[in-house]
T-cell receptor, first 109, second 118 residues
Framework: GQNIDQPTEMTATEGAIVQINCTYQTSGFNGLFWYQQHAGEAPTFLSYNVLDGLEEKGRFSSFLSRSKGYSYLLLKELQMKDSASYLCAVLDSNYQLIWGAGTKLIIKP | GAVVSQHPSRVICKSGTSVKIECRSLDFQATTMFWYRQFPKQSLMLMATSNEGSKATYEQGVEKDKFLINHASLTLSTLTVTSAHPEDSSFYIC??????????????FGQGTRLTVV
């Protein structure tokens, strides 16, 4: 079966760095997405990785290792507004998005 | 960037009535759109894949006669929740991929519709 694992909840301090991990087992791979979702709102796109390595976008970076079925989202200089759920999703061989359950990130002052 | 517009953002309806939710791709054509449902504190669940000009493909356990999907044009898909019941109260989100040239497969989401059935 297809499976995506990420931690249910993480807590970090304002101004610090946090890494949210995601491991996946899917039928085929056409890319991995990270989305941010605030409570009651639709997800918003953060990053897309299809090749191994690190993609940096401002305070957010995303890393992919296809051989390990592993990705992480790195958030630097955390702000209170970064408190949200972070969703990992993989595009499988049929171009269907397979979603993780999301990681709730709590930022403390 | 590409935008997907979903309407309405919130709707409250009486039990037994039907509700239509629209999903439009504003600056790109989408032959395929996806409809998701999210219950509180749970992940997004794919309900169906909407295909322009043909029947939608429903995920297992989703009643196609209850959740009617119409994808009549390359920029519009609609989801109609028929004979809604309180257990249908949920957050419904549509998504479309900009399948235009360049191989970009980023998925864009509508704003979501919070349906409350009373």
């Amino acid at each position: 079966g297809q499976n995506i694992d990420q931690p249910t909840e993480m807590t970090a301090t304002e101004g610090a760095i946090v890494q949210i991990n995601c491991t996946y087992q899917t039928s085929g791979f056409n890319g991995l997405f990270w989305y941010q979702q605030h409570a009651g709102e639709a997800p918003t796109f953060l990053s897309y990785n299809v090749l191994d390595g690190l993609e940096e976008k401002g305070r957010f970076s995303s890393f992919l290792s296809r051989s390990k079925g592993y990705s992480y989202l790195l958030l630097k200089e955390l702000q209170m507004k970064d408190s949200a759920s972070y969703l990992c999703a993989v595009l499988d061989s049929n171009y269907q998005l397979i979603w993780g359950a999301g990681t709730k990130l709590i930022i403390k002052p | 960037g590409a935008v997907v517009s979903q309407h309405p953002s919130r709707v409250i309806c009486k039990s037994g009535t039907s509700v239509k939710i629209e999903c439009r791709s504003l600056d790109f054509q989408a032959t395929t759109m996806f409809w998701y449902r999210q219950f509180p504190k749970q992940s997004l669940m794919l309900m169906a894949t909407s295909n322009e000009g043909s029947k939608a493909t429903y995920e297992q356990g989703v009643e196609k006669d209850k959740f009617l999907i119409n994808h009549a044009s390359l920029t519009l898909s609609t989801l109609t929740v028929t004979s809604a019941h309180p257990e249908d109260s949920s957050f419904y989100i549509c998504s479309a991929r900009d399948e235009g040239g360049g191989g970009d497969t980023e998925a864009f989401f509508g704003q979501g519709t919070r349906l409350t059935v009373v």
